[in-house]
């Protein structure tokens, strides 16, 4: 899997989804299911998606003990999905089963494992909420770099992370998967720091996700197409 464009379906049901997706005509693009829509609609919809011939980034971020990541991603690992994601600061035998699961899973239906990722730190945090309520001390960047060397270190395949970080994780050999993107003009909401594609692209990101310059434009697809044109061409 190289560089592509991937959709956040943020929406609030599968049926929302599924109009989306009308307006992309034969088009299949790579989409990301996260907590919100996997907890109503479940693995029925990735099912569905897949079937359909949309590749799948399921991002549930899961942390917990090892052993209990390792069977929630075996089953995670028999739907087929492409791209999906664990927290970081679970620690590296969390990652390392984490991992296990993914594969047997796969192994189980004759599928691929998926690319497994890592959550860093969260954008929502910041320098003085992980001193003062985590007691850690370390600037925030150092830390995005450590645990990202774990990641590495369990064999992970990459993380997510702003496009602003994706050279050093290139550095490391690791795979970026960026949030944070806007189209030339769009607005930029709650997002604090921001690159277009074709800025992600320069930086070295490996897939970008893209949701409201996308989901929220009067032409979803004519966005779209500007974002894999700008990204990946
Ligand atoms: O609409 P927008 O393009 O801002 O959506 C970005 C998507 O990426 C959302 O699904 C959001 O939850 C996700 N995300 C993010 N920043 C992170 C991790 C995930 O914006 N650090």
Redesign the pocket.
């Known amino acids: 899997m190289g560089k592509d464009v991937i959709i956040?379906?943020?929406f609030s049901s599968a049926e929302k989804v599924y109009s989306f997706l009308d307006k992309f005509g034969e088009k299949r693009p790579f989409l990301?299911i996260?907590m919100e829509l996997f907890y109503k609609e479940g693995s029925q919809m990735v099912k569905e998606l897949k079937n359909r011939g949309h590749k799948i980034f399921l991002?549930l971020k899961l942390h917990d003990i090892p052993n209990t990541v390792r069977k929630a991603m075996f089953n995670i690992g028999a739907m087929d999905v492409d791209i999906t994601n664990v927290h970081a600061a679970g620690g590296i035998r969390m990652m390392q089963e984490a991992r296990l699961g993914l594969a047997e899973g796969a192994e189980s239906k004759g599928y691929q494992p998926a690319q497994l990722i890592a959550?860093t730190q969260?954008?929502?945090t910041d320098q003085e909420m992980l001193e003062t309520e985590l007691l850690i001390k370390e600037p925030i960047a150092d830390v995005v770099k450590k645990y990202a060397e774990n990641a590495k270190k369990a064999g992970l395949d990459g993380v997510?992370?702003?496009p602003l970080e994706a050279s050093i994780m290139r550095l490391l050999d690791l795979i970026s998967v960026t949030?944070?993107?806007?189209l030339l003009g769009d607005s930029v909401?709650?997002?604090k720091r921001?690159s277009t594609p074709e800025g992600a692209k320069n930086m070295g990101s490996t897939y970008i996700?893209?949701?409201?310059?996308?989901?929220?434009a009067d032409n979803p697809l004519e966005a779209y197409e500007r974002c894999v044109a700008e990204f990946c061409d």
């Open positions: 956040a379906c943020d990301k996260g991002d959550v969260l954008t929502s997510v992370c702003s949030p944070g993107i806007r909401n709650d997002q921001v996700v893209v949701g409201r310059s996308i989901t929220a």
